[in-house]
């Protein structure tokens, strides 16, 4: 079992930025990818970004590239999304998750709990 536990979140004004953490426990997290989802009201939750478990390839959903950047910390079990740029439909509750990619998308085998983002225009 593996447990995910987000901070960072909060208000921003449109262009600010904010970075996301989440801490992993429970079994090794080796070969899992790492990253992120978010889910705004009404709408169907959706990947945002990924990060293998070396660090070196990572994932974008197109809405993000070129604001957001995703690390890792293996040392410390943690993941990192630096998010810059903000706009206000990046306002959503951002989940920690374990994001395997399907012929038809990603999926996540864990999740945390989910840390809210706001950002006003």
């Known amino acids: 079992q593996v447990q995910l536990e987000e901070s960072g979140g909060g208000l921003v004004q449109a262009g600010g930025s904010l970075r996301l953490s989440c801490e992993a426990s429970?079994?090794?997290?080796?070969?899992?990818?790492m990253g992120w989802f978010r889910q705004a009201p009404g709408k169907e939750r959706e990947f945002v970004a990924a990060i293998h478990w070396s660090g070196d390839t990572t994932y974008y959903a197109d809405s993000v590239k070129g604001r957001f950047t995703i690390s890792r910390d293996n040392v410390k079990n943690t993941v990192l999304l630096q998010m810059n740029k903000l706009k206000a439909e990046d306002t959503a509750v951002y989940y920690c998750a374990t994001p395997i990619r399907t012929p038809t998308g990603w999926r996540s085998e864990y999740w945390g709990q989910g840390t809210q983002v706001t950002v006003s225009s």
């Open positions: 429970g079994r090794t997290l080796t070969n899992y990818r």
